[in-house]
């Protein structure tokens, strides 16, 4: 077969390709319905739960999803590389589990290649201000809402969905998350809940309390009223607002002062424990 440019058999080839290419576009589905998933429930009444992941084997995730609404991936203070974050990512792929991955800053160089193999969305930490706010929703969204580059592997599956309609829907589905972890964010929430395309609010309550001058204690009653300010004022807007729990009566607390979604702990943390409790009862019947 001669292939090369201008042959017969090189154009019926590109007029295949371009056939494919206009079925691909007319018969788009959403790639970031798991993200969709996730408004829909809040926006329906519901909260959501989910679990932090630091483990780099993908079959935490997967365990996980039939239980979660959402997953962490925690790249800010793990050394998960974007092959791992990619291994979860995948694991929830034909589930409800929206894969949320917290960025390691608020730099669109970052943020960029966590969106393009396939992320629901982004959690920003260390958000302080509006325009902090606005730099973390302008990275996420392609122009002319934002600066995000196109190249979008996984979300286009592969390159099958493209064109502006592939990036409309992606800025409409796209979660952007800030974290509000700084005194100073809690004091600039009116400007940074008005910031267009952002979706919601979630506490760093341990390093709120030491911006507080409280290191190390989230649950200080001054840090506690101004997690309950925030809530209160980001209830009064369409931004869904969460936070991370220890335990069952934590939850029932946050949920009756306003929260929609919460984190359950980190799978270290909750295995650590379990495997804990477990030795301690199993040692305790050989002493009684």
Sequence with gaps: MDLRYGTPQANALRSLGTGQQMHSLTSFKNPMENANKFRNKIRNGQFCLGLGVSFNDPAVT?????????????????????????????????????????????????????????????????????????????????????????????????????????????????IVIAQIEHIDAVNSIDEIAAVPGLTGIVFGPYDLSGSMGHMGEPGHPEVVKAMEAVVAKVRKTNLFIGTGVANARQAKEWLDKGVNWLLLGVDFSLLVKATTDLAEEVRALRSS
Excluded at 94 to 118: E, F, M, Q, S, Y
Aim: aromatic share 8%; net charge negative; hydrophobic share 40%.
């Design 62 to 174: 997967e365990s996980l999803c039939t239980t979660v609404d959402f997953v962490w991936i925690d790249m800010e203070h793990n050394g998960m590389s974007l092959e791992t974050v990619q291994g979860h990512i995948m694991a929830t792929k034909g589930t409800d589990t929206a894969p949320l991955v917290r960025v390691r800053w608020n730099d669109p160089v970052l943020i960029k290649p966590v969106l393009d193999i396939g992320a629901a969305g982004v959690i920003v930490p260390m958000v302080r201000n509006a325009e902090e706010a606005r730099n973390a929703v302008a990275a996420c969204l392609y122009p002319p809402d934002g600066i995000r580059g196109f190249g979008p592997k996984r979300p286009s599956d592969y390159g099958r969905h493209f064109g502006p309609e592939f990036c409309k829907k992606a800025n409409e589905s796209i």
